[in-house]
Antibody, heavy 122, light 112 residues
Framework: EVQLVQSGAEVKKPGESLKISCKGSGYSFSSYWIGWVRQMPGNGLEWMGIIYPGDSDTRYSPSFQGQVTISADKSISTAYLQWSSLKASDTAIYYC???????????????WGQGTTVTVSS | QSVLTQPPSASGTPGQRVTISCSGSSTNIGSNPVNWYQQLPGTAPHLLIYSNDQRPSGVPDRFSGSKSGTSASLAISGLQSEDEADYYCAACDDSLNGQEVVFGGGTKLTVL
């Protein structure tokens, strides 16, 4: 079964660092792009960026460039999303998702992780 | 303010046909395929329609998508109670910074 399994919920204080993970299984992890999507409480979906685990080619949404770091370790089929200094406004559910294909402009995401809830509060 | 525009809500009775619109521009919907996601309450989104009108395996044929110019639509026929969810359209946007995925604000579908 193709799946993405994300790390568990986190409760952090402002200013702390955090790294959450997304582990793929059931397919060739290195060969598919993995994207990250934010959903703030009661809000819609926001695109953060995407990484190709095969060579770590990474593209960030301008809204998140410099705010987070996306990385991957293909040897353990895991992608990461990290913050160096969390803010209360980072409180959200974060989803990883697999890009279905490679065609130009085709960013359909066909497999989603279950989401990681991050709560930042003093 | 989302790049793609969807109505915030839609509703219908069981058995009815409902459509949800998604409006964009020449740099996103006008240039790239549209995808639709369904998010059931308390769960992760999942892909409902890709490449404008294609259904992944397992998605009932009650769900259909279409695109014309800079707008797209999702149609749900034979509405069922389990269709009550949030629906999001998405497309790649060819911005100055390269390609970026943009989402609609989401449409909350209520089955009356």
């Amino acid at each position: 079964e193709v799946q993405l399994v994300q790390s568990g919920a986190e409760v952090k204080k402002p200013g702390e660092s955090l790294k959450i993970s997304c582990k793929g299984s059931g397919y060739s992890f290195s060969s598919y792009w993995i994207g990250w999507v934010r959903q703030m409480p009661g809000n819609g979906l926001e695109w953060m960026g995407i990484i190709y685990p095969g060579d770590s080619d990474t593209r960030y949404s301008p809204s998140f460039q410099g705010q987070v770091t996306i990385s991957a370790d293909k040897s353990i089929s895991t992608a990461y999303l990290q913050w160096s200094s969390l803010k209360a406004s980072d409180t959200a559910i974060y989803y990883c998702a697999r890009r279905r294909g490679y065609s130009y402009g085709d960013y359909s995401m066909d497999v989603w992780g279950q989401g990681t809830t991050v709560t930042v509060s003093s | 303010q989302s790049v793609l525009t969807q109505p915030p809500s839609a509703s219908g009775t069981p058995g009815q046909r409902v459509t949800i619109s998604c409006s964009g521009s020449s740099t996103n919907i006008g240039s790239n395929p549209v995808n639709w996601y369904q998010q059931l309450p308390g769960t992760a989104p999942h892909l409902l329609i890709y490449s404008n009108d294609q259904r992944p395996s397992g998605v009932p044929d009650r769900f259909s998508g279409s695109k014309s110019g800079t707008s797209a639509s999702l149609a749900i026929s034979g509405l069922q109670s389990e269709d009550e969810a949030d629906y999001y359209c998405a497309a790649c946007d060819d911005s100055l910074n390269g390609q970026e995925v943009v989402f609609g604000g989401g449409t909350k579908l209520t089955v009356l």
